[in-house]
């Protein structure tokens, strides 16, 4: 796995923004978080994500990498089968 693969999450974030954003029709926090939560289906470079009926968590694989030797090694990939509700 190299470096840019990690890239894809941050893009992934930015478009969750920009959905919020243009879902809100407002740039104020209150509005875009609330938006945020009725998300479904933002298309991502990590697939679709859908914040909908989730508590604030999306339904998302995880994947842990490690830094050994100055590289990054693929250690898992789960979706976790508990995530606590966001507050």
């Given at each position: 796995?190299e470096?840019?693969?990690?890239?894809?999450?941050?893009?992934?974030?930015?478009?969750?923004i920009?959905?919020?954003?243009?879902?809100?029709?407002?740039?104020?926090?209150?509005?875009?978080?609330a938006?945020?939560?009725g998300?479904?289906?933002?298309?991502?470079?990590?697939g679709?994500?859908?914040y909908?009926?989730?508590?604030?968590?999306?339904n998302?694989a995880?994947?842990?990498?490690?830094?050994?030797g100055?590289?990054?090694v693929?250690?898992?990939?789960?979706i976790?089968?508990?995530?606590?509700?966001?507050?």
């Amino acid at each position: 796995i190299e470096g840019p693969a990690l890239a894809a999450v941050g893009a992934d974030a930015v478009r969750i923004i920009v959905a919020a954003v243009e879902a809100a029709q407002s740039f104020k926090a209150q509005d875009i978080t609330a938006a945020l939560a009725g998300l479904e289906n933002v298309a991502g470079i990590t697939g679709n994500i859908s914040y909908k009926g989730v508590g604030g968590v999306p339904n998302k694989a995880v994947t842990i990498i490690a830094v050994e030797g100055g590289q990054f090694v693929f250690k898992k990939e789960f979706i976790p089968s508990y995530i606590p509700k966001f507050q």
